[in-house]
């Protein structure tokens, strides 16, 4: 059985590229393909939307990028993590955890009254 | 920090390098979309459909592209170089328009910047000390006498005020108005000066460009001999400054050490000065008898945590302890209710001189109608662009513009022309300070440099903007709200929502007519009360009378009685003859002060021999006026009875005097003045002369004194280090001038002259009057000019829009004739509307400064009918134009329309 697609969240994609580029200095297109892959496709991202929220980070400071060649010989556009997005990762992540661990509360308490 | 930069150079990048950045985010998304397509063509897609899926899963390309420009922030910057490059195209197309509206807000802000900048240096905050709120005059004031300025002391009250006070001011002394010979070269060059205590420096906060200023230490070491001098004469001296410090400078034929710059913006009283003294006080000047002699300003600083209104309370009870050291000034207390008080600097002129600050408050109104009606005129004519756009407007609107971004558009429009407007109104401001040299308004000590207030002008240009937006962007956005569809549809040609947008123009121009209209009655009342005061009798003629001010200072000509009668008497008498030899010289005689000048005042309070004052009644105060014989002939003012003085009032006989009918009136009602006495200072002097009337004062100071006048053969006290010569000439003044001036250089090479002539005196003296005048004549005018514009505006839109309506009357038989009349019918209403509100508004204005003015009817109705007169025929021109073009349709052409 496939697992269902879920669209992404409002807000989320910048998490998931920070914490994709944590690892490694990544052009679009793999950035793309690693959050699919690390999701087991079970998340739908519209792969035009990845490229203004790269831009948009970059502008930002969180991320910075430096034309390579990629493994397909091509020239990409290579991003990694800054000093700065690093910070804003690690922030980002708690901010993320405490909020799912709000909504489960919610969620396990609405179950208990049932 | 490196964040910052880097957003900062990525953002600067995006903007400036845009083509090449775009170019790269194009690579990044093909590489996408190829990659993509790689992964369907290996899944077991053909490469057509590889490359559909693709797309269709990278999504909207453009959409990609839009939003990554968003995320550079260029987009909104894009935006707003295409709105401005859009509205540039708009302004040159109607190159007419652009200049009325740019030459409106020119006008209007420049007049408004130019007299807040006034205002603000010449009235609120005429000294620019540091801490100027900390800054206080010290004196005494006289509660029972009316005037309820705070006036100079005498050195033995510095010295009382020194010893008390010290617990809650720092006091100083300045000791003003003083002129000094400067000799540089073998040429003598004459300056103003004060003498101050080193505690000014501190009290003031000044600091020096070069140098220091001088310490009680320094002034003992050089035995006072040490001078700190302004740029300006800095300047004049040597082009490097540091050539200057530590110079030596030969002042009254002493050499002083030039010790510090300080810069040409600073002054201490009303005179510009050049140069500062120590003052030295002796102990002579301390003795009881000086405590009469009230000459010298004091100037404090509040000790931190006082307020002006505590330090006022503790000098006043410090008076009662004055009086307890001199009881014999108890008299005096009782009589004028004498106190000692102080008042904030920058409170101080407006308190001796208030007419000055209404003068200038009067023309700050002013330039608030003109902006007012600027601002109704320029929303008038937004209005009308904005409204030749609704379509336009609408049709982006449909095609997705948000509103923001059309508002955005809008805005961007008419701050251009604001831009434009601001920058035109620095043209104005420069000519505001012509205008303003032009009527002597430089001439206010205080003046000092006009600087641009750029504070004021923002503020100005805001208010202004905010009316332009309002007016012009709130209405075309409820058209657009309203009838967007119906707008489309029309093509535009329907005039949509026509009535609310000529009610709105209507009220507009009504206004500014109305306005105007004010504006002119005032300043007609202005003209009218400026003329009455013009035609009062002066007491002497001004035309062809010149004054030439010649010092003898003490260096030169010593300081005692006998120094007087050998130098100062024999020269003065030189000088004269030297004066009376030239061809040109009808007579000539000398005087210690030009009539109507605001210098050389000196006031006693006499005593008359029949006359014994009641307890608490006010002592006759008399201005003293030193001459020779012959002045009144020269200055043309008539003795009423009695004799001029002659070769006989010396120093061996009698001490004489004439007086002003004034006085006579006033004290003389059942006694013969003449050969009667009156007495000050301890002296008895004998009535000569009644001389007529004299306005000794400029117009702006009110003053109910009596005047006094002696020979110079006399006195050797008075006045003893200047003489004024003053001659009457026939012919060409200015020639004569230059020739007399030359006269005297060639009989004393030292010599160092300041001409000028009554009719300039009188002309500063009477500019508190010339100037509201001037000015609401001019803003009147203005505002004239602007209304017409904007009814000439509400017209043409008006003829523009009824163009295809003219054209079908015409072609069913209208005449030209008919036509223009119902066009005129149009702007006839208009201005009916416009003057009969401004009557409402002029009408109870009138009546309530009809008090302030006494002299004139304010609410005389020629004043009103004469401003109509003027009024109508503008008008009635300004909708002419328009008018006429909308009889010259083309009939055929507007048809096929």
């Keep these: ?114 | 920090m490196t964040a910052w930069f880097k957003k900062i150079s990525l953002r600067l990048r995006s903007l400036f390098q845009s083509s090449q950045t775009r170019s790269e985010l194009d690579s990044e998304i093909d590489y996408h979309l190829e990659m993509l397509t790689q992964q369907h063509i290996e899944a077991g897609m053909s490469p057509d459909e590889a490359r559909s899926a693709a797309l269709r899963e990278f999504g909207h390309v453009d959409g990609v592209r839009e939003a990554c420009k968003e995320a550079w922030g260029i987009r909104i910057i894009e935006e707003f170089i295409m709105d401005l490059r859009d509205a540039a195209r708009q302004a040159l197309k109607h190159p007419g328009n652009t200049l009325a509206i740019i030459l409106t807000l020119g006008i209007c802000l420049g007049s408004n910047t130019t007299a807040l900048s006034f205002v603000d240096k010449l009235v609120s905050q005429p000294y620019d000390y540091q801490d100027a709120e900390k800054v206080v005059k010290v004196g005494k004031r006289l509660t029972k006498t009316g005037d309820n300025q705070v006036n100079v002391i005498s050195l033995p009250q510095y010295a009382f005020l020194k010893e008390h006070t010290a617990s809650f001011l720092e006091l100083g002394l300045i000791d003003d108005q003083r002129e000094i010979d400067l000799e540089r070269d073998g040429d003598t060059q004459r300056i103003n000066i004060d003498l101050i205590t080193p505690e000014v420096w501190d009290i003031t906060g000044v600091t020096t460009v070069s140098g220091h200023l001088f310490t009680p230490e320094e002034i003992k070491q050089n035995n006072g001999r040490v001078v700190v001098i302004n740029e300006k004469l800095a300047n004049q001296l040597s082009a490097t400054r540091s050539a200057v410090v530590g110079s030596s400078l030969q002042l009254d034929g002493e050499p002083y050490k030039v010790i510090g710059i300080v810069p040409t913006s600073f002054y201490l009283a009303y005179t510009k000065s050049s140069a500062w003294l120590p003052r030295i006080i002796e102990p002579q000047e301390l003795e009881s008898r000086e405590r009469h002699n009230h000459s010298w300003t004091g100037i404090a600083k509040l000790a931190p945590g006082v307020s002006v209104a505590q330090a006022e309370q503790r000098l006043n009870t410090l008076y009662q302890s004055y009086l307890d050291k001199y009881p014999q000034d108890r008299d005096e207390q009782e009589r004028n209710g004498t106190t000692f008080a102080c008042v904030k600097i920058n409170d101080s002129i407006n308190e001796t001189v208030p007419e000055i600050g209404i003068a200038f408050r009067s023309i700050q109104a002013a330039t608030l109608i003109i902006l007012l009606i600027g601002c109704l005129n320029v929303s008038g004519m937004f209005l009308v662009k904005a409204y030749s756009k609704v379509q336009e407007l609408a049709i982006r609107k449909s095609v997705g513009a948000t509103t923001f971004r059309l508002i955005r558009q809008l805005t961007t429009e008419v701050c251009l022309y604001f831009f434009l407007g601001s920058i035109l109104s620095l043209v104005f401001f420069r000519i505001g300070l012509w205008t303003a040299e032009l009527l002597y308004i430089t001439e206010i000590p205080w003046a000092g440099e006009m600087r641009m207030d750029f504070s004021s002008l923002a503020s100005t240009a805001a208010l202004a903007l905010g009316a332009a937006l309002l007016t012009s962007i709130l209405p075309i956005l409820s058209i657009l709200r309203r009838d967007l569809t119906k707008q489309t549809r029309s093509g535009g040609r329907t005039a949509t929502g026509s009535v609310s947008k000529h009610r709105l123009h209507s009220f507009f121009v009504i206004s500014q007519v109305a306005l105007s209209f004010v504006m002119l009655v005032l300043s007609g009342i202005l003209a009218h009360n400026l003329y009455q005061t013009l035609q009062k009798d002066i007491g002497f003629i001004k035309e062809q009378r010149v004054a030439f001010e010649v010092p003898q200072p003490n260096y030169r000509f010593g300081n005692d009685l006998e120094d007087y009668q050998k130098n100062v008497l024999p020269y003065q008498q030189r000088v004269l003859e030297a004066i009376r030899s030239q061809p040109g010289v009808v007579t000539a005689s000398a005087c210690n002060r030009v009539p109507t000048s605001p210098f050389h005042n000196s006031h006693n309070e006499i005593s008359m021999s029949h006359y014994e004052y009641q307890p608490g009644e006010k002592r006759a105060n008399c201005l003293r006026v030193a001459i020779l014989p012959g002045y009144f002939d020269t200055v043309g003012t008539r003795l009423r009875s009695g004799r001029d003085f002659a070769d006989i009032d010396t120093f061996d006989t009698d001490k004489v005097v004439i007086v002003s009918q004034n006085l006579i009136d006033r004290y003389y009602q059942n006694k013969e003045p003449l050969g009667s006495t009156i007495a000050f200072w301890g002296q008895t002097l004998r009535i000569v002369g009644v001389a007529e009337n004299v306005q000794d004062k400029p117009h702006f100071i009110t003053w109910d004194g009596y005047t006094i006048y002696l020979p110079y053969t006399q006195w050797d006290s008075l006045n003893r280090t200047y003489t004024t010569y003053v001659a009457h000439l026939r012919g060409d003044t200015q020639e004569q001038v230059a020739h007399i001036e030359q006269t005297l250089k060639s009989l004393d090479p030292n010599i160092t002259i300041k001409t000028e002539t009554f009719q300039e005196a009188f002309e500063v003296a009477t500019f508190a009057q010339r100037l509201p005048m001037l000015i609401s004549i001019f803003f009147g005018l203005l505002a004239l000019l602007l209304s017409g514009l904007g009814l000439y505006g509400l017209i043409s839109y008006i003829v523009a829009e009824r163009t295809k309506e003219l054209g079908i009357r015409m072609a069913f038989g209208a005449t030209p004739r008919q036509i223009l009349g119902k066009i005129l019918s149009n702007s006839g209403k208009l201005l009916t509307w416009g003057l009969l509100s401004g009557l409402g508004l002029a009408i109870p204005i009138t009546i309530a400064i009809n008090p302030v003015l006494d002299e004139i009817n304010t609410t005389n109705p020629i004043t009103f009918i004469v401003v109509v007169l003027f009024v109508l025929p503008i008008g009635i021109a300004a909708s002419l134009m328009p008018a006429s073009r909308a009889t010259r349709i083309d009939i055929a052409q507007n048809l096929r329309l």
């Design chain 1, 1 to 114: 059985m496939t697992p269902s697609k879920h669209e992404l969240m409002q807000g989320t994609l910048d998490l998931l590229i920070l914490k994709v580029l944590s690892a490694d200095s990544l052009h679009g297109w793999d950035v793309a393909k690693r959050i699919q892959l690390l999701s087991q496709e079970r998340l739908l991202v519209k792969q035009g939307s990845l490229y203004p929220a790269l831009h948009r980070l970059e502008q930002k400071a969180w991320i910075e990028a430096e034309w390579g060649i990629s493994s397909e010989g091509r020239k990409a556009k290579f991003y990694r993590l800054t000093k700065e997005g690093s910070l804003q990762l690690t922030a980002e992540t708690n901010r993320w955890e405490s909020f799912v661990a709000s909504i489960a509360m919610i969620l396990d308490s609405r179950e208990a009254q049932q």
